[in-house]
């Protein structure tokens, strides 16, 4: 049996760059891409998988980086918080309509949960018709499985239907 | 004008960071740092016999381990009591690591640190604690049996009897044309911040200096605290709250353990030392809040007019008390709520027992004294067959009676005399909000659709913005940027748009130019701390008036320089200009730069500032009265606190085969004076009301009765997800404060505290059973209702064969066998 202190290397794409690191084989997910990639946008609320915060895109798909290891991700690609923006090509970002739509409504207080919450909701986004309406089944959806403490997520919700609207906009 | 923003609903300045993963909190910072993980208590209450270390110093990567014997100095002595208090007579507090004894699960006994967590828990696994189990104090009522005592030298497990009265409550009792008693309870939640505690610190060994980042509410005293207990100069030390991830109370207390323990072990190992707290760590190791036993006995007359009310409780306070008693007595005097009571007398004792010490979380003793005071009412109503709208109604103090004094004193040692207040206009919104002449309508509506229904109200006044004081800094610079800071910290609350807000009206800059600061001692030294919804009013109104006080320097040098009279000089757009005089002006940031006279020429801006550029020979450089620089510090410390008020209605519906509560609807009134910023208050009462949610039908600390939390983690403690939240009607009212400049009152807590008692309202009313635990799950409801013996309300009896349940025998075609959803049951209450 692989010791848990015993180490290995990954190589993984995070938003885009290829990158490596050493860790401990028993390292998760969590932790390898806030202390070995100093990717600190991704939280921690309860390292058991219930809160969400630390939900981030394994190949696209929504993950709880608090319930992988490190060297689950080896070869696959993953996209944090920090990869959520495009660059605008002059220098610049240009913000995912969900980020611009949590500003635009106020649905982040304290900003713990945020990171979990836009990137299940951009992967919830992402994957379907954009030219569609949004229904509120799917709004419930999007947040239905990830925990706030500020906010009481009237606002979360109001921010997904405004992002939907936007990319939609965008659709046409 | 663009720099008129009070009252605006402008968009935060703190998001942009925030929704692109570049906020700064505690375990963001430091990844070079050495990690801390705690040795805690397995048992609630035990002796330490031995600690035997041997087996961890073999883990690879372990650097340190510390124990009780390794503390000196003060830091050797029990943990301060914060707040002491005449009727705490008996005070206890733990230390930072357990000294002999532990008193609940959870109690640091050991600290570790080492390369990674991951290693430093490794080394904890390994460490011996050999214990001497003692036996455990679990809840109100065994802390009251007192068979036996959680500190041996208490054997009546009471550390306080508060006790306030107004008169001779025995006397008007006996004249009462009409009184009833009941007892009532509420369980245990807590604030459960999505961020735990986190302490970071840096030793500079060479110029002796210690920088420590904490997720605190109040770090000017973290500061002077860790000053005190490592034996430093207040300014060797510099304690700043970074991006905080939520409060809600529980960070208000100080200083824990570990930000004693983190600091001391940075010194002693010369490296950076971080510990983050874990979600297990945080259910056990730090604070919990709301339980409380509460008998009353009302006195009323035929018309359901308040004659007397004598109030007893019993507050949990846990294994230690090192908060004091605010919670006792914010429930004691907020109790009182919106009503003309003539005769009020109340008493809490507060007792001890193994478990997690309870300390304000959101409310901070409101939401319990709400209860009390709104099952009163409901009770009165039901009793007298009248509306229970119409009750309270007929109690309210009207408008005209404020300024309005209770006679009772404050957790801040001050008066209760309400501010201003529109009760009756609250109550009056409410009724329309929620359709109350509707009820039942609804109800029957409901009983069709084969579901019951029910609606709840309850009305709350809230002391917001105690004192002393805070303080608040704004400085222009030459660049035109504008400097704000104040020494209280945030959690999320959007202070930094707030204050912003504040300073661009006030001084008439654009927001983009301003830059603000909370909670940082390195930039103000003096505040007292976020808590009691007193950041609006406190560092709102000292930010203003030190605006206000940059404003009448920047007038007056602007002045000299357009040759004008300052009485005619405005500021807009960060110009400062000769009321319409067009062209006749000079920008703020030219100002700032005059307002310092330079020897050097560090650039250009600088230029116009230095001694050749400037000619009035009439005049010293700095006049004697004036100093450098245009900034200025002011300070605003209040009389008394203000009192923002509100009233909420709950309608639920109750599935009568899985008893499964559903509140439908949700509507909000409430009044906290002028509003700086309209979408940042509804925030808050969404925020608020969620929680009220929670600790209503879903939260609560289900201790076994050895002491052991059943259910420490988020898998087990219910937290409300989107889908348990109602959508929230809100409706505002502003009566403003005449005690402060901006006239502003605290928002914070408003949506939290009358969630339990209109949801209990509403349960009571949709089932025609008694309400008298909170929070109730649905297996709580379904064993209620079919309790043969379970206490009924005349208003079921009078409503009888329309919808009321009647035990035993559930509507067509409902199976009750093997009905028992979710919710975690506990034998850790009053029971
Ligand atoms: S931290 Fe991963 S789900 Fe809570
Ligand atoms: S914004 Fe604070 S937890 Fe969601």
Redo the contacts with the bound molecule.
């Keep these: 049996m692989t010791p848990v202190d015993a180490e290995r290397t990954v190589s993984l794409t995070v938003n885009g760059v290829p990158r490596e690191a050493t860790v401990p084989v028993r390292r998760l997910l969590s932790d390898a891409l806030r202390h070995d990639l100093g990717l600190t946008g991704t939280h921690v ?1 309860c390292e058991h998988g219930v809160c969400g ?1 630390c939900t981030v895109l394994v190949d696209g798909a929504p993950v709880r980086s608090c319930l992988v290891l490190a060297v689950q991700v080896d070869g696959r690609s993953v996209r944090t918080v920090e990869g959520l923006a495009r660059d605008d090509g002059r220098g610049g970002q240009l913000l995912h309509p969900v980020q611009e739509a949590f500003r635009e409504c106020h ?8 990171p979990g ?1 836009l990137m299940t909701i951009a992967a919830g986004l992402e994957a379907r018709d954009a030219a569609e309406e949004i229904s509120e089944e799917e709004v419930d959806d999007m947040v239905g499985g990830n ?5 009481g997520y009237a606002n ?1 919700k109001k921010a997904v239907r405004h992002a939907a609207a936007a990319m939609r906009e965008d659709a046409r | 004008m663009t720099t008129k923003l009070f009252g605006e609903p402008v968009r935060r300045r703190e998001d942009a960071r925030l929704i692109t993963g570049r906020g700064r909190y505690v375990d963001d910072i430091g990844h070079t740092a050495l990690a801390a993980a705690f040795v805690r208590s397995p048992h609630a209450h035990a002796r330490i016999v031995d600690i035997d270390v041997d087996a961890a110093l073999d883990v690879e990567g372990l650097v340190a381990i510390y124990t009780y014997e390794d503390l000196t100095g003060p830091l050797a002595e029990p943990l301060p009591v914060l707040i002491p208090h005449p009727q705490l007579h008996a005070p206890r507090t733990g230390y930072p690591l357990a000294s002999g004894e532990v008193n609940h699960v959870g109690e640091p006994v050991a600290m570790v640190v080492a390369t990674d967590r991951y290693v430093a828990e490794d080394a904890c696994d390994r460490i011996v604690v050999t214990y001497e189990e003692l036996p455990a104090v679990v809840g109100v009522d065994a802390a009251r049996a007192a068979r036996s005592a959680v500190h041996e030298e208490i054997p009546d497990n009471v550390a306080a009897v508060h006790h306030q009265e107004t008169g001779d409550v025995e006397a008007a009792l006996a004249t009462a044309p009409r009184t009833l008693s009941f007892t009532q309870y509420i369980e245990r939640s807590a604030s459960m ?3 735990g505690k986190g302490v970071h610190a840096r030793w500079d060994a060479d110029d002796g200096s210690l920088r420590v980042h904490t997720s605190t509410q109040a770090s000017t005293s973290v500061r002077a605290a860790i000053a005190a207990k490592l034996q430093l100069s207040l300014d060797q030390v510099e304690v700043i709250a970074p991006d905080v ?2 409060g809600f109370g529980v960070k208000i207390v100080h200083p824990w353990p570990e930000e004693l323990l983190v600091p001391m072990a940075a010194i002693a190992l010369g490296r950076e030392v971080k510990w983050t707290e874990d979600r297990r760590e945080h259910f056990i190791g730090s604070a919990h809040e709301r339980q409380q036993r509460q008998e009353i006995t009302v006195g009323y007359d035929d018309d359901g007019r308040l004659v007397a009310l004598d109030v007893h409780i019993w507050h949990d306070n846990g294994a230690y008390t090192p908060y004091g008693i605010i919670v006792p007595i914010v429930t004691a005097t907020q109790l009182v709520g919106p009503y003309v009571i003539p005769t009020y007398r109340v008493k809490v004792e507060s007792v001890y027992t193994n478990t997690v010490i309870v300390t304000p979380y959101r409310g901070a003793g409101r939401p319990q004294g709400c209860y009390a005071m709104e099952r009163t009412m409901d009770r009165i109503a039901d009793v007298l067959g009248l509306d229970r709208a119409e009750v309270r109604a007929r109690n309210l103090i009207r408008p005209d009676q404020f300024p309005y004094d209770h006679h009772l004193t404050f957790q801040d040692g001050r008066p209760v005399i309400y501010d201003s207040g529109d009760y009756p206009g609250l109550l009056d919104k409410l009724k329309a909000l929620v359709g109350w002449e509707d009820a039942e309508a609804m109800r029957r509506d409901a009983e069709a659709r084969g579901t019951l229904l029910g609606v709840g109200m309850a009305l709350y006044v809230e002391g917001t913005g105690p004192g002393p004081y805070e303080g608040g800094h704004v400085q222009v610079l030459g660049s035109g940027k504008v400097l704000v800071s104040t020494g209280l910290t945030s959690q ?1 609350q959007g202070h930094e748009t707030v204050l912003a807000q504040i300073v661009a009206t006030e001084l008439g800059v654009p927001i983009e130019d301003i830059e603000v600061t909370t909670g940082d001692t390195r930039r103000f030294g003096y505040a007292v701390g976020t808590f009691a919804s007193r950041a609006a009013v406190m560092s709102g109104n000292a930010v203003a008036l030190a605006a206000r006080g940059v404003r009448e320097k920047a007038l007056r040098i602007a002045a000299d320089v357009l040759e004008a009279d300052p009485g005619d000089l405005e500021i807009d757009e960060g110009l400062v200009q000769v009321r319409g005089t067009p062209g006749a002006a000079v920008p703020l940031r030219t100002v700032a730069v005059l307002s310092n006279p330079l020897r050097y020429a560090f650039d250009e801006a600088a230029r116009q500032a230095t001694q050749f550029a400037t000619h009035d020979d009439s005049k010293p450089p700095v006049a004697e009265d004036d100093e450098p620089g245009l900034e200025f510090r002011d300070y605003y410390s209040p009389l008394r606190s203000t009192f923002a008020s509100g009233a909420h209605a709950a309608v639920v519906e109750i599935d009568p085969a899985t008893f499964e509560i559903d509140v439908v609807r949700y509507a909000v009134v409430h009044d906290c004076g002028n509003v700086v910023n309209p979408m940042i208050v509804e925030g808050q009462v969404h ?1 608020g009301v969620a929680q009220g949610v929670g600790g209503a039908l879903y939260e609560r600390m289900a201790y076994d009765a050895d002491g052991q939390l059943q259910n420490a983690s988020f898998m087990d403690f219910l937290m409300p997800y989107a889908s348990e939240v109602p959508d929230v009607d809100i409706d505002h009212q502003q009566t403003p404060s005449p005690l402060n400049p901006l006239g502003i009152k605290g928002a914070g807590e408003a949506g939290v505290i009358p969630g339990t008692a209109a949801i209990a309202s509403a349960i009571e009313d949709a089932t025609g059973r008694r309400i008298t635990r909170m929070p109730i799950a649905p297996s709580e409801l379904f064993d209620l209702v079919n309790d043969e013996s379970a206490e009924r309300t005349a208003a079921s009896a009078r409503r009888a064969g329309t919808g009321t349940m009647p035990a035993g025998t559930m509507p067509a075609g409902v199976r009750t066998t093997g009905v028992r959803t979710t919710g975690v049951r506990t034998t850790g209450g009053g029971a």
């Design positions: 609320g915060a649905a982040l207080q304290c900003g713990f949960c945020t919450f925990l706030c403490r500020c906010t979360i | 911040p999505l961020e991830g939520g999320g925020g």
